[in-house]
């Protein structure tokens, strides 16, 4: 029935994906027909050549942009901007302005285009704003398209405090893609290209994320307060047949994601590609190239149109990394790029990568540029959520490693040691007269590689489903303009004839000080963990592990020698992430303990009442009820256990809470509260095995899964 409805809604769609695509965003087009010559030529030097943006140029584009929303049904416009809680913000302010006739006039200046002012004081500061010091400030971002949602012009916007502090993800961001252009760009032109202008990191984020009934969902606290199942027993089938993953799209979910990419696509989104992934109720959406900055802004509005899209279908929609026990988590892909404002992908190795030294020279700057800095790639995919995957068998390890392929490990070793490249072309052939054969990829793919190329990207494979990839970004721009500039800083003194002479011996040096990092092996194997060892990697295996190497003096000193962010910025942050952790659990603690005192615990009780008086009824009629016994014995013994063992989380809980200091408070929770809550959890999913289905409060893990 459902595929049915699904071709009638097919059929009688009518709108053109063309015309609807950004027809709700202010995009160049837009701005081409509605803004005067001049006015458009200055905003595409701001936006592609980052000129500052003058004053004029502003009240223009703000009368055109309130003229265009109110024509789509505006009211009210809004600074959109990304705090430190890795979420988005946002006030509504109407476009009214009152006359003294008692009338109003509909007014947007470009003052309020360009700046707002929020309160600073009430987001994540680590510090840096206090109550009593409120004033922040947000400011248009003109390189990334306001949009329409609702009635509401969105405004895409940095955000600082008062006295210039950064309080928001897209400041470092943009700041970080500046330094890399600029020391791209050098490089560049000392192999004769002096046309270039910019250079842009280009990011495809690829999403996971789970489906749900929402009448299910709404049952479950631990759903609906922590985003993840906090106690649920295995269900009888998981992800073992791996028969989901690529499976047919059900009709309810095929309608869902249709609707998805829709409304994606209506705010100038592109969403490409959607499939079943490899956990039952799994799926992932992965778009189209952008900017990073452009993708940073996509990739929040893709997680908030998941969920709104899926209550309107009566789903509801999870994107926390680990929702459940016993099948894959959530990530989210981070494919990497850079790309000149003339198309060229510098990340492109073309026929042969051992002879385009432009090519290798930026691949040995990322190789090295990670193998400096891995704590701080670990770092941005720190979270207590994303602790749960990494390292098991889903995701890669905690340990950062670089995978090449075969075509580049070849090209590679060519460099350094002139051995004979064998990287041919291979024809494959399926064996099949009516299937033509197509030529194998130089390059493998390996999923469990942390960071892998794959063909003319970098994936960071990493992150969190439910984490901002503005971090990762901000990371990846910054610690590969470090290295780009000292190879510049080098090259540049090197005369003209010597210089393919001087670049090779550069390159072939740094290879070998940092071939450590290359691994194109099995990361879930427990021989990569001893051989990372072996080769001095880090393994910073939990959030607070990573998040105490932070703010050591070698990331300190790049993030501020690149004008990232100050000392003092990076001491706030690191504050704010080691707080949001032990918030994190602390707020899965308290969960828990509801969901036991109100739900789990009274529901074994009334349980083992009801056997208790099954027994007596059939001890007073002298039967025999071992069976009944026995169960009561299994029941009564489980609770006890839940219940001592719920006390001593009480008391973790309150001991963990009254330290003060942000980490110790953090290694706390990872090392006590995180067991203890293992330790509740264990009798109270075999007691779900064994109570009575009527008795057990909420939706057991084979009805989240299987019943959409």
């Not at 252009?181 to 490089?187: A, L, V």
């Not at 880090?538 to 703010?551: H, I, M, S």
Request: proline share 5%; glycine share 6%; charged share 25%.
């Amino acid at each position: 029935m459902a595929e049915i409805l699904e071709s009638i809604q097919l059929e009688n769609n009518k709108d053109n994906v063309i015309d609807l695509f950004g027809s709700k965003a202010f995009n160049l087009t837009v701005m081409r027909k509605r803004l005067p010559k001049h006015v458009y030529n200055a905003m595409l030097a701001v936006m592609k050549e980052d000129k500052p943006l003058e004053k004029d140029v502003a009240e223009v584009v703000a009368n055109a942009m309130k003229d265009w929303a109110l024509e789509q049904g505006a009211t009210h416009f809004t600074h959109w901007f990304q705090p430190l809680t890795g979420i988005t913000a946002e006030k509504h302010d109407a476009f009214i302005n009152p006359t003294d006739e008692g009338k109003v006039i509909l007014e947007f200046s470009g003052k309020e285009l360009v700046k707002g002012e929020p309160d600073a004081s009430s987001f994540p500061s680590g510090g840096l704003r206090a109550t009593f010091e409120a004033r922040g400030y947000t400011a248009w971002d003109p390189t990334s398209f306001a949009f329409i949602k609702g009635t509401t012009l969105y405004i895409p916007t940095t955000f600082v405090s008062y006295t210039g502090e950064v309080l928001d993800k897209k400041t470092p961001l943009l700041r970080s893609m500046k330094a890399l252009s600029d020391e791209t760009i050098r490089i560049l032109k000392l192999f004769g290209k002096d046309n270039i202008r910019k250079v842009t990191t280009t990011v495809g984020a690829e999403q996971e994320y789970f489906l749900v009934e929402r009448d299910m969902y709404k049952k479950r606290k631990d759903l609906i307060l922590t985003g993840r199942t906090l106690f649920g027993s295995p269900a009888p089938k998981g992800q073992e047949l791996e028969d989901h993953y690529f499976g047919k799209i059900r009709g309810r979910v095929c309608s869902y994601m249709r609707d998805l990419d829709r409304e994606l696509w209506a705010i100038g989104i592109p969403s490409k590609t959607r499939h079943n992934e490899v956990a039952p109720a799994q799926h992932e959406l992965a778009p189209v190239f952008s900017t990073s900055n452009q993708a940073v802004d996509n990739n929040q509005l893709i997680m908030e149109f998941m969920k709104k899209v899926a209550y309107r279908h009566n789903l509801a929609c999870l994107l926390h990394e680990k929702p459940f026990e016993g099948v894959n988590g959530s990530g989210k892909h981070n494919n990497w790029a850079m790309s000149t404002d003339t198309g060229e992908n510098l990340l492109k190795p073309g026929a042969q990568p051992e002879e385009n030294y432009q090519f290798l020279t930026f691949l040995t700057a990322i190789i090295e540029a990670v193998d400096r800095y891995p704590e701080l790639m670990r770092i941005t995919v720190a979270s207590a959520g994303n602790d749960h995957r990494l390292g098991a068998n889903e995701a890669p390890p905690a340990i950062v490693s670089v995978f090449l392929g075969e075509q580049l490990d070849n090209a590679i070793k060519h460099m350094t040691r002139g051995d004979a490249v064998t990287s041919e072309d291979i024809e494959i052939d399926t064996g099949v007269d009516v299937i033509p054969n197509f030529m194998k990829d130089k390059t493998d793919r390996n999923r469990t590689s942390p960071f892998a190329f794959t063909g003319n990207k970098f994936e960071f494979r990493m992150l969190g489903s439910n984490q901002s990839i503005a971090d990762p970004n901000i990371v990846l721009n910054t610690i590969v303009a470090e290295v780009l500039g000292e190879y510049a800083d080098i090259l540049e003194k090197v005369e003209e004839d010597s210089f393919q002479e001087e670049l090779k011996k550069l390159l072939t040096d740094r290879i070998m000080q940092h071939k450590r990092i290359i691994f194109n092996g099995n990361n879930y194997s427990d021989e990569w963990v001893l051989e990372a060892e072996r080769r001095g990697l880090p393994n910073l295996k939990t959030t607070p592990e990573a998040l105490n190497e932070y703010c050591s003096r070698k990331n300190v000193d790049l993030f501020v020698k690149h004008g990232i962010m100050s000392e003092t910025e990076m001491l706030a942050r690191r504050e704010v992430y080691l707080e949001e952790y032990s918030k994190t659990l602390n707020i899965e603690v308290k969960t828990m303990l509801s969901m036991l005192h109100r739900q789990i615990i009274p529901a074994c009780l009334t349980y083992a009442k009801d056997l208790g008086t099954i027994v007596s009824q059939k001890k007073a009629l002298s039967i025999d009820a071992p069976s009944e016994e026995k169960l009561l014995k299994q029941v009564t013994a489980l609770t006890e256990d839940l219940l001592n063992e719920t006390e001593k989380l009480k008391a973790v809980d309150k001991k963990g809470n009254a330290i003060e200091d942000p980490y110790d408070q953090a290694v706390y929770f990872e090392s006590e509260i995180i067991p203890q809550m293992a330790a509740v959890r264990a009798p109270a999913d075999e007691l779900e095995t064994l109570v009575g289905e009527e008795y057990w409060p909420y939706p057991i893990y084979e009805d989240l899964l299987f019943y959409v």
